[in-house]
């Protein structure tokens, strides 16, 4: 029985050349490549997770801007294993999105993106720029109205470009507004376009990893010297190197098996992100973000100050993925190690530190206004009747508290104003209502007669019931000396 | 094959005005929206061939059609009927009842459409999505 085994496999081997095509996988390695070199092995398993999901996903997925959105509730709410595989898709783009991050700062810190290996790096980073496409065409393809919404965002991002700006925006909403012919745009880009080019350089990594080698640990003192590194190397591989297959790529298997698990765990329990409203640009009461992975730069473009903002929206993207290209152009040689190259453990530090922080930010958003503010309560406004009273109804009515916090209640884009009168008195409030303020619109002109008195008289007993210090009692003097 | 991918690109915007109601049906000195429907869509552009728009009666005869896109980055704006202001969820945006930037980081006025009273009948221009140009 073995025999025969063996003879249909060597028949095949010799047709197909089955052992050249798995030759790569049995190359020598260097032996301490451990376990922080799993990263890209991970980053390839969530890949082809996305692409065998995306393919069942494409079986009852209709790209059509009428029924996209159908489709989806199908998928979802219906069809068997629907809900499990939509969350794989997008738990597995999560993961994705997180390896590559992992393997490009782990390339970075180890510098071995450095002689020979610095177009291994480059196309990397082509790859990670494709990934975050990827992420970003896939969150509309959930054709709800937040990707709707997102598609428009887009263009008037793309339509800051100096003289092809409202070109590309035709090209992003697939005409001069959002129509038939959006969707079906995105779906041929994240289904064909940009798969086919990842296939690519995928192939272009892989091929780039086999012909110079996977890097070996950096050694302190130990630089990288391009006239003499291939031949120490070589040396290296021959004197301690192993096969890839399988005395190193068991870690690989280890890890790739339990992101598999995690992902398909997530899919299972947490489920899919929920479908939004129907994706009819009528429906005004849309409030777009972007998908997790692109929370940091929305967060970004609202903390810049705005006259600089449409330099950093297309200037910022450009800048760091030229700086990320180049690295290996200006910084080839010398040390590896990253306790000899501070500036490459300061630069991923602040990189995740920003990064962790914009993404806060995003996320909290405090500078959007909170339409689901309540009216306050009797208990806030601390009155039933008379202008306390109705300056509290005001001050809802109105949208002040769509913008200002009141005891808990409210928004967050303008200053906290729960003890305001400790601060201001009778006047300073008056001016800042009629007039307006950084960030504020006046009111003066909107309100009618008797409306601005009730709102101060509301506003004037937001003040601290118990004050502590005497800073606080001199400013409750000073309002109580205004008053009189 | 490249002019079959780029060519919806350098098609002119249709001119088309469109009915949005009889002009009795809006009170003088409310804000509403109102929805617009492509008159020559895409046959399977379903939902996405309607369009927001807040529209204004200024007077007996005059109307204000606004763009609901927010010329900071075209999140969808808001009416605040008591506030008498436009707010956007995204950013923080407000504008005036008559369109003018109040706060935050707009670097415009709302957009108006065109619009004209025909035979007791609003109507207004095909509505596009405007970009704001602005660096």
């Known amino acids: ?484 | 094959m490249v002019g079959f991918i780029v060519a919806p690109f350098f098609r002119k915007p249709p001119e088309n005005w469109v009915t949005i109601g009889k002009s009795n049906e809006f009170q003088i000195g409310k804000t509403v929206a109102v929805t617009v429907t492509d008159p020559s869509p895409l046959p399977w552009a379903g939902v996405t061939a309607k369009s927001g728009v807040w529209l204004r009666r200024v007077s007996e005869d005059s109307f204000i059609a606004f763009s609901a896109n927010c010329t900071h980055l075209g999140c969808p704006v808001r009416w605040l009927e008591g506030a008498d202001l436009f707010m956007c969820p995204c950013h923080g945006g407000v504008y005036y009842r008559d369109g003018k930037v109040a706060a935050g980081p707009p670097p415009l006025p709302l957009f108006r459409y065109d619009v004209r009273v025909a035979d007791g009948e609003v109507q207004m221009k095909q509505a596009i999505v405007p970009i704001s140009t602005t660096l």
């Open chain 1, 1 to 484: 029985m073995i025999k025969i085994f063996k003879t249909i496999w060597k028949w095949l081997d010799d047709r197909l050349g089955i052992s050249v095509l798995i030759s790569p996988a049995l190359h020598i390695a260097p032996q301490d490549a451990k376990w922080w070199y799993v990263f890209g092995s991970a980053t390839l398993c969530a890949f082809i997770i996305q692409v065998a999901s995306g393919v069942a996903l494409a079986f009852s997925y209709i790209p059509s801007s009428s029924q996209a959105y159908e489709t989806l509730q199908f998928i979802t709410n219906v069809a068997p294993f629907g809900r499990f595989l939509r969350g794989l898709h997008y738990y597995g783009a999560s993961a994705m999105v997180l390896m590559i991050g992992a393997h490009m700062a782990q390339t970075f810190l180890f510098g071995a993106y450095k002689f020979p290996r610095e177009m291994t790096w480059t196309t990397g980073i082509c790859l990670l720029a494709f990934t975050l496409g990827m992420g970003f065409t896939g969150q509309l393809l959930r054709w709800d109205s937040t990707a709707a919404w997102s598609v428009v965002v887009a263009a008037e991002q793309a339509g800051r470009v100096p003289l092809i700006g409202n070109w590309l925006a035709q090209i992003i909403l697939g005409g001069t507004s959002i129509g038939g012919a959006t969707l079906s745009r995105f779906f041929a880009i994240h289904v064909f376009v940009l798969p086919g080019i990842m296939f690519a350089f995928i192939g272009l990594h892989l091929w780039l990893v086999m012909r110079h080698g996977i890097s070996e640990p950096p050694v302190a003192g130990k630089p990288v010297d391009p006239a003499t590194y291939r031949a120490e190397y070589e040396e290296l591989l021959k004197k301690s190197g192993k096969p890839f297959w399988p005395d190193l790529a068991w870690r690989d298997v280890v890890v790739t098996t339990g992101l598999v698990i995690a992902i398909a765990l997530a899919a299972f329990f947490v489920g899919p992100p929920a479908l939004d409203r129907p994706p009819d640009p009528s429906i005004l009461a849309a409030d777009p973000r972007p998908d997790w992975y692109l929370l940091w730069y929305f967060g970004l473009l609202s903390l810049i100050p705005e006259r600089i903002e449409g330099y950093v929206m297309i200037g910022f993207p450009i800048l760091i993925g030229l700086c990320l290209l180049f690295v290996p152009i200006w910084n080839h040689k010398g040390e590896r190690a990253a306790s000899r190259r501070p500036w490459a453990i300061a630069s991923v530090c602040l990189a995740v530190i920003m990064i962790g922080a914009l993404w806060w930010e995003g996320q909290h958003s405090p500078w959007s206004p909170n339409f689901e503010a309540q009216p306050l309560t009797e208990k806030v406004v601390g009155a039933t009747t008379g202008s306390v009273f109705e300056g509290g109804r005001l001050f809802h009515d109105k949208g002040c508290l769509n913008c200002h916090l009141i005891q808990g209640n409210g928004g967050r884009r303008g200053p906290e104003l729960t003890y305001i009168a400790d601060k201001l008195t009778r006047d300073n409030l008056v001016i800042r209502i009629v007039n307006g303020g950084t960030n504020m619109p006046a009111y003066g002109p909107s309100l009618k007669p008797g409306e601005l008195d009730a709102l101060v008289a509301f506003l004037e007993t937001r003040k601290r019931p118990f004050p502590t210090g005497a800073q606080t009692n001199n400013a409750a003097s000073s309002v109580s000396a205004t008053m009189k």
